[in-house]
């Protein structure tokens, strides 16, 4: 897949809201928005201004939008089951803002879960990636017992155990310092220009550590 595109889309909840919906003053909401891969693209945002259900509406998690999202043309409302999974596996990841890891499971085995689905990385993979952010000694560690900040290290790595044309992030930074910021970035940037894919990735001020070709204020 080369573009998403989003065309007049806005969130339900905001256009009930405004009654008037041209009161939106985005430069997503109710335009015309194109995402190329490759790419990085960075959505800056208050809170509050559908950050979450911009990347649930494109990841197909939710369908409670006016306008129509696109996957090279062609309108995502359309996608079978079956399409949304094979688009999941191997085209789209995504990094949700509350990581949504298994607080049972030890870190290793939250990363294998997904990485079971794709076969994507080895094992060695997965502790080199664990290496470069720190937190290899915690491998065998149930995720509950990470701090925020590892666990959101974690979860990035996760995100990382597929093939994929679009990395969506969601706030993927929100509780890391400048350093691991810098190395969470980096790994992304190996990850992402070795798959010749694109990032759309949205912050609250506090954004990744990778310079964007373009910056849309939502
Ligand atoms: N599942 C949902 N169904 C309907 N409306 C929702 C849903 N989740 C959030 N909303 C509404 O959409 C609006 C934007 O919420 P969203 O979570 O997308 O914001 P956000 O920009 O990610 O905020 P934050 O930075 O605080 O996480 C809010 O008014 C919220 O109440």
Redesign the pocket.
Known sequence: MDTIALDNVL????AS?AGDASAVDSDVWLCGVTFNRPGIYRIE????????????FIYG??S?YRGRILFNGRDIRSFSVKEWCDMRVSHIALLP?EMRLFPELTVTENIEIKNRLTSFKTRDEITAMLERLEIADKADEPAARLSIGQQQRVAIVRSLCQPFDFLLL??PVSHLDARNNSLVSQLILDEVNRQGAAVIA?S?GYAIDIDPVKVLS?
């Open positions: 969130p339900d909840v905001f809201a945002a208050e809170s509050g201004t559908g950050k979450s259900s911009m990347c649930s998690n939710r409670d803002q969601d706030e949205t609250v939502l």
